[in-house]
């Protein structure tokens, strides 16, 4: 197991429409390099402190997973958001955080596509997977073989909190802290 990025190592950086801070573990450049042949993904923690709009992020599917509950506001649709489980939704589309019962951090998982949502699906569906397109989840067992990557979600014995680690084959995560999962659809080994 290998330490990819902290985020105790790294400092925040204010969000696209300048309403917050987040702290980038992985950039959309980063990407290219730790998982070739996957569509360019973005990995960071935001600190959610008050209500307000979120940045607008065209041709970004978002996978946002707040450490404590929240309630979100998509295209006028009210949207409560338990801690630590995922809500999918597109970058272009209008999404406010309307609820915050106290301060929290959200984890971010935005992966390019091609800018098209399924307007028939509901607000914690998203728009459908790819082949090649990392995904974040939460309390799912993968084989070993299907990802490289895990983000601690809480400080461990050696792990700090929102820490990235990339396993090796075989390895699996561990187990004395909750853990997001990223995976890829394809179970490509060499994600």
């Given amino acids: 197991m290998r330490a990819l990025a902290s985020f105790d190592d790294r400092d925040p950086v204010p969000w ?25 993904w973005r990995l960071s923690i935001a600190r959610l ?26 295209d006028g649709h009210v949207h409560p958001v338990p801690a630590l489980s995922p809500e999918h939704f597109h970058g272009s589309q209008n999404v406010s955080l309307v609820g915050l019962a106290e301060p929290c951090f959200a984890i971010n998982l935005m992966v390019a596509d091609d800018g098209a949502v399924d307007s028939g699906a509901g607000a914690g569906e998203g728009s459908a997977s790819a082949h090649g397109e990392l995904q974040m989840s939460i ?53």
């Fill in 49 to 74: 402190e008050h209500v307000g709009p979120f940045s607008a992020l065209p041709g970004m599917a978002r996978t946002f997973l707040p450490t404590a509950e929240v309630v979100l506001e998509i």
């Fill in 16 to 40: 696209a429409n300048g309403a917050g801070q987040t702290t980038e573990l992985v950039s959309l450049p980063d990407s290219a390099q730790l998982t070739p042949g996957l569509r360019p």
């Fill in 139 to 191: 309390g799912e067992q993968f084989p070993a073989s299907r990802f490289r990557f895990v983000l601690a979600l809480e400080a461990g014995l050696d792990l700090p909190r929102f820490q990235l680690l990339e396993l090796e084959p075989d390895e699996d995560a561990p187990e004395e802290v909750s853990v997001a999962v990223l995976h890829s659809e394809s179970g490509d080994a060499h994600i």
